[in-house]
């Protein structure tokens, strides 16, 4: 039975950074692909980063060159360092391993992640 876990999440001033972690277990292989997605209520959730197996990240538009996301393969982990917040990221993130493309995917519980002075 696949776990998606996130921690990491909390309270950071206008300008701050934060750092999210992302443990994904009881999978027998490396996920294809490891994304963060985020939601704020009364909205849809949105992509903020993803990596597939090739190693190569997208971002939401939104990021900015303000978030950098990376991958341990092997132990199914994924980061998502987050430089330059404002109060416009505060939202619930969430971790999502995918098997395949199109394939079985899991979620994580989220974290909060609030930005305000």
């Known amino acids: 039975q696949v776990q998606v876990v996130e921690s990491g999440g909390g309270s950071v001033q206008p300008g701050g950074s934060l750092r999210l972690s992302c443990t994904a277990s009881?999978?027998?292989?490396?996920?294809?692909?490891m994304a963060w997605y985020r939601q704020v209520p009364g909205k849809e959730r949105e992509l903020v980063a993803q990596m597939t197996r090739t190693g190569i990240p997208s971002y939401g538009d939104f990021v900015k060159g303000r978030f950098t996301i990376s991958r341990d393969h092997d132990e199914n982990t994924v980061n998502l360092a987050m430089y330059s917040l404002q109060s416009e990221d505060t939202a619930v993130y969430y971790c999502y391993a995918e098997e395949r493309p199109l394939g079985s995917g899991y979620w994580g519980q989220g974290t909060q992640v609030t930005v305000s002075s």
């Open positions: 009881g999978y027998h292989k490396s996920f294809y692909n």
